[in-house]
């Protein structure tokens, strides 16, 4: 089904001028095709948990693969808890690791991604699909499971539960989170309350702005026919320029993808506006691969400890948009550029929205896989913007740079602690002396 030949290395080329590409298909189909409609699922689900098998595997393969070299005889801490710790201290490099490339390595517990898969399969899933991927090589194939009905899963609950508490601190925009997967399992509407608390940190410790402007005064706009322009991209350099001068510390700046944010950097250098921000806070970018992340970040957090602060170049949905806190003199300013709307033509979004239009119908006369597509750009926004101002005592500035965020409803689907200190500034010049008074406050 992926274009595998038994006998062949996966990463032969086993389909000459074959292009990667992905399709969908029914959960029943995907069962006959492969051949394993007749096996007991559960009794082999079974002897994997009970044996431990992929725990042992695990095991095996991580005291048997290819290690990094070392040019010293110390050992080399890692992980993102390291990252976190520098944060506090100073850390002497005495070695020098030299990683081995395993961008294409396979996962070291394929078994155990393979048991969830089946899994998936055995249980009473309702609405779902098999997402296939396969491409000229084995090792770009992938099978995934889409479950279209989160609402099936949790029909038990909600029918023989007294309570049921869903927390969490990114969970806006809520309605769609509300009616899909507690009403739609049949939940009397009336029975499902929602509370949202404030924020732990005083308003007066952050700066949410909205720029609709650039310092030229042409408007920022990086909706998908102006965000490739020259003048959009040399406006950017400008409002960023602007920003490392006044701003201490260090600087995130999400972009929407990471293709963007290549095309972004690429621009900015040819121009030599890097070569000016350097000048003043030294620029990281995130990279592709988990291999280089700690490295990256335990530099960044370096060059902020050591120096006037540094820049972080990193996009939303990626690495660093989630479970790495940016506190302090990290993340004294969060820069989100434009707005990180899916890809429309993915064939999981069109078939997740196709299915909602199909049973949810319009919400608030708009259709609801539309709502959804929306809802899911917020929710990356919501989730980036949060990684700065972690403690009752920390601050920092929260900048929208693109016209689209000063739409009331894109306001009211931001978290409360920010909507309600949202100040939206039509012309770039007043920016600079509220973000200026906003540090010169704290120091």
């Known amino acids: 089904m992926l274009g595998g030949i038994p006998g062949k290395d996966p990463a032969e080329v086993t389909n000459q001028g074959a292009k990667e590409e992905t399709s969908l298909i029914e959960v029943a189909d995907f069962l006959s095709e492969s051949q394993i409609y007749n096996l007991s699922l559960f009794r082999l689900i079974k002897y994997c948990n009970v044996s431990q098998i992929c725990h042992k595997l695990k095991g095996f393969v ?26 506090n201290k100073t850390e002497k490099k005495e070695e020098a690791v030299v990683p081995d490339n395993n961008e294409n390595r396979p996962p070291s517990n394929s078994l155990q991604s393979l048991v969830e898969l089946l899994s998936s399969l055995s249980m009473n899933h309702g609405e779902a699909r098999m997402v296939l991927t396969k491409g000229p090589k084995l090792t770009a194939g992938r099978i995934r499971f889409l479950l279209l009905d989160p609402a099936n899963q949790f029909q038990q609950i909600v029918r023989e539960a007294h309570s049921v508490v869903v927390a969490g601190g990114t969970m806006r925009p809520i ?20 509370f949202s608390c404030d924020h732990v940190v005083p308003g007066e410790n952050m700066l949410p702005l909205v720029m609709s402007s650039g310092p030229s005064g042409a408007r920022l706009d990086f909706s998908f026919q102006f965000r490739d322009k020259k003048e959009t991209l040399d406006e950017l350099g400008r409002v960023l320029i602007n920003i490392v001068n006044i701003v201490p510390g260090g600087i995130v700046v999400f972009f929407p993808s990471y293709d963007y944010e290549k095309l972004v950097s690429k ?27 700690d490295k990256v970040l335990g530099d960044f957090a370096t060059a902020v400890r050591l120096s006037t602060g540094a820049v972080l170049l990193a996009v ?16 004294r300013c969060v820069v989100m550029v434009g707005m990180p709307y899916p890809n429309l033509y993915s064939p999981e979004l069109k078939e997740k929205m196709n299915f909602l239009n199909k049973t949810v119908g319009s919400v608030d006369g708009k259709q609801a896989g539309q709502v959804h597509y929306e809802n899911l750009c917020m929710k990356a926004v919501n989730q980036s913007v949060g990684r700065a101002i972690r403690h009752k005592g920390d601050y920092a500035a929260i900048l929208f740079v693109d016209h689209r965020y000063s739409r009331p409803n894109i306001i009211s689907q931001l978290p409360g602690w920010i909507s309600k200190h949202l100040r939206v500034v039509d012309k770039f010049g007043p920016t600079i002396p509220q973000i200026r008074k906003f540090f010169k406050e704290k120091e």
């Open 62 to 87: 991580e005291k048997y693969q290819p290690s990094a070299s070392v040019t010293n005889s110390k050992p080399v801490k890692s992980g993102v808890g390291t990252f976190l710790s520098s944060i």
């Open 175 to 194: 309605a769609e989170f509300r009616d899909q997967l507690f009403v739609s399992a049949g939940a009397d509407p009336s029975r499902v309350t929602h």
């Open 267 to 293: 621009h900015l250098e040819a121009s030599g506006v890097l070569a000016r921000i350097e000048a003043k806070k030294k620029i990281f970018r995130e990279p592709k691969t988990s291999s280089e992340l």
């Open 316 to 331: 939303v949905g990626g690495k660093m948009s989630e479970g790495i806190n940016f506190s302090d003199n990290l993340g």
